[in-house]
């Protein structure tokens, strides 16, 4: 992935960071700042972590469209990034605005799509109020998985026959709006990620491990991470970070493959570090940019 | 599916049951005396349970072929089923005997073979002994999901939609050499089924609901589950127990639904009438059988 021009470097204002779970909102936000452009946060309550009122910030709950619109209004705010994992709400959690009733009929659209749907729908939301969306790879683009190793270590070419097959099997759970993530031993696949998450997945890896159910010795398994196809990686992209690592090291994994300039890697020297520390390797892939 | 002779009919002689883990070879055996034909029983140390030895029956370490064929030979037995969860072995894990190093190219052979892979390698080292390989379907019937429901509830309209859409993912996961269940609600899969078996992914969907990472409410999601497209049906057939029925009930899923004729459901009054106490629908569907 190439990125001719600079974070930015043509529009000026600050970029709004909508906020979900997780520490990557708090890392993007201090990519955008070492960029020399001031972020502003958007947390949801619940969601997000307290942490982002280290940076301007503001508070919504989920169903404040219009208390959102009108925060960034008032700051001449022209683009905005959508980073953290979203849990999908149910519909009475919602606490609705005057903003959310007009714009009733696009939110209850949300709810008759799947995840990919939901992300989607949210950003086009966003951008009918004249917004732009960005992916936070254009903001910080050093975050992005690239081809070859990122730790000391490379995966074997028994690596790289695991790595194609679980890139094939992820390409093929794509038309069920899921497959961010699945680990694979020697052509056996034994965890596929769907509503769970990666960090559940390589939890429950180490589980069949240790009680015996997958008996496999020594490091063994490869995990792999790619995005859906037709995914949207402004938003939603595939993410890893040290507790990924961390994770992978207690599944005693051989290491971690991801597609390369569309996953996100948080604090990567860290992750590089922990990996060489747990002999595994971490190494991006060449793979197909999903179709949009 | 249709059972032209009744069980027994032809084959005079002991059925030789091949038992793997859980409660379901018993089950097997009880349906084999029942049709009036004796059942001998091979259990495998460490991964048979020991309630076996109700019955005639033999124990064999993993590897040790030569002592397995014996103990038929010397019955006169001429079929065998294969029953019950077989985890895949180390090859350090083997004890081998005589028996095995005359057939080490054939052994070796399972070693290079995924799950489908092993079973069908087994298999066919025993026919290659003059054994006959017959389903545990074919001797007890009466195991067998239906179409229709099996206790007093339906799946609703929208039940059968979410049970389409699991049955396309299992068949698309089949070129994987996985894929005999998954969970869907509303269109959204939550679970899909790899080397942790049906249980561990219902106690995730539990787990995954009262944490709030799956916002669902009331009784919510479908557990489908069909074998893959070119399983052999006469060994690793999908199946599913009381415990199955405890499980979904945990994840306060709608129901499960089984491929008709091609899933063994043991324990089956049981089954209903544990899932009608906790609202839940069971019910076979329509499926295509697995070309082979």
Redesign the interface.
């Known amino acids: 992935m190439t990125c001719a021009s600079g974070p930015g470097a043509e529009v000026s204002g600050p970029l709004a960071i909508l906020c979900g779970g997780g520490a990557f909102p708090l890392e993007v936000a201090g990519e955008t700042r070492r960029a020399g452009r001031e972020p502003f946060l958007v947390g949801v309550v619940g969601v997000t972590d307290p942490g982002i009122e280290a940076y301007p910030h503001v508070w919504v709950r989920m169903g404040e469209v219009g208390k959102l619109f009108a925060a960034l209004k008032g700051r001449s705010i022209a683009e905005m990034v959508l980073i953290g994992a979203m ?4 519909f ?2 919602l606490r609705f605005d005057w903003g959310a009733v007009k714009r009733a009929p696009e939110l209850a659209q949300l709810f008759r799509r ?2 990919n749907g939901l992300l989607g729908g949210i950003a086009s939301i966003i951008e009918r109020e004249g917004l732009r969306i960005v992916g936070a790879h254009e903001i910080a683009p050093r975050l992005l998985a690239p081809v070859g190793r990122i730790g000391a270590r490379a995966p074997s070419a028994d690596d790289e026959t695991d790595i194609a ?1 679980g890139a ?2 992820l390409a ?2 794509s ?4 497959g961010q993530g ?1 680990i694979i031993a020697s ?6 990620e ?4 990666t960090d ?1 997945m390589l939890a ?1 890896v180490a589980e ?1 491990r240790s009680s ?6 020594g490091l063994a398994g490869v995990l792999v991470k790619a995005p859906k196809q037709g995914q949207d990686l402004r938003f939603d992209m595939p993410a890893i970070g040290p507790k990924t690592i961390e994770g992978a090291a207690k599944a005693r994994l051989r290491g971690a493959a991801l597609a390369a300039g569309q996953v996100l890697i948080v604090e990567r020297e860290r992750c590089a570090r922990e990996a060489d520390a747990a002999g595994l390797f971490v190494a991006g892939f060449a793979h197909a940019t999903p179709a949009g």
Chains 1, 2 share one sequence.
């Open positions: 849990t999908r709400p149910e009475t959690d799947g995840d097959l094939r099997l093929a759970l038309a069920f709006d899921i699945a052509g056996r696949v034994l965890a596929i769907a509503a769970e998450g559940a429950r069949m015996g159910r997958v008996r496999l010795s």
